[in-house]
């Protein structure tokens, strides 16, 4: 009985110690598990940052590539702007050795080119010097030239006017004589004072009647306070022969003379107009103004022209120190 009861004691104890020791062991295996599944949640949790990371080196990874291609494109541009360059300076090279060699050339040249070129610098600097000296005496000459062509002109202009103010003077005389006795009117810067025959003479003679004389008296008075006028007396006749066997007046170029002197001496003579300033002139049938063929022409050609013009001798003067 005490064997059964202690071999009941020691089964119980020893089923007790297996009991322990099984315990032991499934606590260690918790521990184990526990500790293997911190394990496994740390890896996963460095496996999912290790992804992250790999995600983003693949983006790295990715952009470099593109950076590569960009850099590639630009490498290429690089090195055709690079051959440019180069061709560029090749040329350089190339202008900058022919250069050299001229100056070579200019530097190996003879002292007797040298002196020749000297020479001729010198020979052309002398000529511009002359032509320069040539050119202000042009110059002076055409200043002076340029006075006396404005002097000219003024006194052109001068000339002018007093032609027109003397053919005024000559209108306002006159003005009382009608115009198929006269005429009064300006031609190549004169002033022409056309008398018809009928105002002055009796056909075929050469005496002025008193009807003239007063027509010449009026023209005397204005020409009396013109001491600058030249006055040219022309007589005139028309196409037909004088013919008159009591006259010793022989043709019409003596008729025209006589006619023109007649004039003339009547306004120096009686009306005091300078003889040195007056010259009477024959002109016969030769200057008409109207034809000869009609009877009003013929009576417009038988005339007498008084002409007055101002004194030119200070225009001729200077077109003769200008020419």
Same mark, same amino acid.
């Given at each position: 009985?005490?064997?059964?009861?202690?071999?009941?004691?020691?089964?119980?104890?020893?089923?007790?110690?297996?009991?322990?020791?099984?315990?032991?062991?499934?606590?260690? =295996?918790?521990?184990?598990?526990?500790?293997?599944?911190?394990?496994?949640?740390?890896?996963?949790?460095?496996?999912?940052?290790?992804?992250?990371?790999?995600?983003?080196?693949?983006? =790295?990874?990715?952009?470099?590539?593109?950076?590569?291609?960009?850099?590639?494109?630009?490498?290429?541009?690089?090195?055709?702007?690079?051959?440019?360059?180069?061709?560029?300076?090749?040329?350089?090279?190339?202008?900058?050795?022919?250069?050299?060699? =001229?100056?070579?050339?200019?530097?190996?040249?003879?002292?007797?080119?040298?002196?020749?070129?000297?020479?001729?610098?010198?020979?052309?600097?002398?000529?511009?010097?002359?032509?320069?000296?040539?050119?202000?005496?042009?110059?002076?000459?055409?200043?002076?030239?340029?006075?006396?062509?404005?002097?000219?002109?003024?006194?052109?202009?001068?000339?002018?006017?007093?032609?027109?103010?003397?053919?005024?003077?000559?209108?306002?005389?006159?003005?009382?004589?009608?115009?198929?006795?006269?005429? !009064?009117?300006?031609?190549?810067?004169?002033?022409?004072?056309?008398?018809?025959?009928?105002?002055?003479?009796?056909?075929?003679?050469?005496?002025?009647?008193?009807?003239?004389?007063?027509?010449?008296?009026?023209?005397?008075?204005?020409?009396?306070?013109?001491?600058?006028?030249?006055?040219?007396?022309?007589?005139?006749?028309?196409?037909?022969?004088?013919?008159?066997?009591?006259?010793?007046?022989?043709?019409?170029?003596?008729?025209?003379?006589?006619?023109?002197?007649?004039?003339?001496?009547?306004? !120096?003579?009686?009306?005091?107009?300078?003889?040195?300033?007056?010259?009477?002139?024959?002109?016969?049938?030769?200057?008409?103004?109207?034809?000869?063929?009609?009877?009003?022409?013929?009576?417009?050609?038988?005339?007498?022209?008084?002409?007055?013009?101002?004194?030119?001798?200070?225009?001729?003067?200077?077109?003769?120190?200008?020419?």
């Amino acid at each position: 009985m005490k064997k059964n009861i202690l071999f009941l004691l020691t089964a119980f104890v020893l089923s007790m110690s297996s009991c322990l020791v099984s315990k032991k062991k499934f606590d260690e =295996q918790v521990a184990l598990a526990d500790k293997l599944k911190a394990e496994r949640d740390d890896c996963n949790e460095k496996l999912t940052a290790a992804n992250a990371t790999i995600d983003d080196l693949n983006a =790295q990874i990715a952009k470099l590539g593109s950076d590569i291609n960009n850099l590639r494109d630009s490498n290429a541009s690089l090195d055709e702007k690079l051959k440019k360059l180069n061709d560029l300076k090749k040329q350089s090279d190339d202008l900058c050795e022919r250069v050299k060699q =001229q100056l070579d050339q200019i530097t190996k040249s003879s002292a007797a080119d040298k002196d020749k070129l000297l020479k001729q610098l010198a020979d052309r600097e002398k000529a511009l010097m002359e032509k320069e000296a040539e050119l202000q005496k042009l110059g002076a000459a055409l200043n002076e030239r340029e006075m006396k062509v404005k002097e000219l002109q003024d006194l052109l202009a001068s000339k002018d006017a007093a032609v027109k103010a003397l053919k005024e003077k000559m209108l306002a005389a006159l003005k009382g004589f009608n115009s198929g006795d006269l005429t !009064v009117y300006e031609k190549d810067g004169k002033v022409y004072v056309a008398l018809s025959d009928k105002l002055l003479f009796k056909s075929g003679s050469y005496t002025v009647e008193e009807r003239g004389k007063d027509a010449l008296k009026k023209i005397a008075e204005v020409l009396s306070k013109q001491s600058d006028i030249n006055i040219a007396i022309e007589g005139h006749t028309d196409s037909i022969p004088y013919a008159n066997s009591n006259s010793p007046i022989n043709s019409n170029w003596d008729l025209s003379v006589m006619r023109a002197s007649s004039v003339t001496k009547l306004m !120096v003579d009686n009306y005091g107009v300078n003889p040195a300033r007056v010259t009477p002139i024959g002109r016969s049938r030769y200057s008409p103004v109207e034809s000869n063929s009609t009877p009003e022409g013929r009576s417009k050609n038988r005339r007498i022209d008084v002409i007055l013009e101002p004194d030119m001798k200070a225009i001729f003067s200077i077109l003769n120190n200008t020419n």
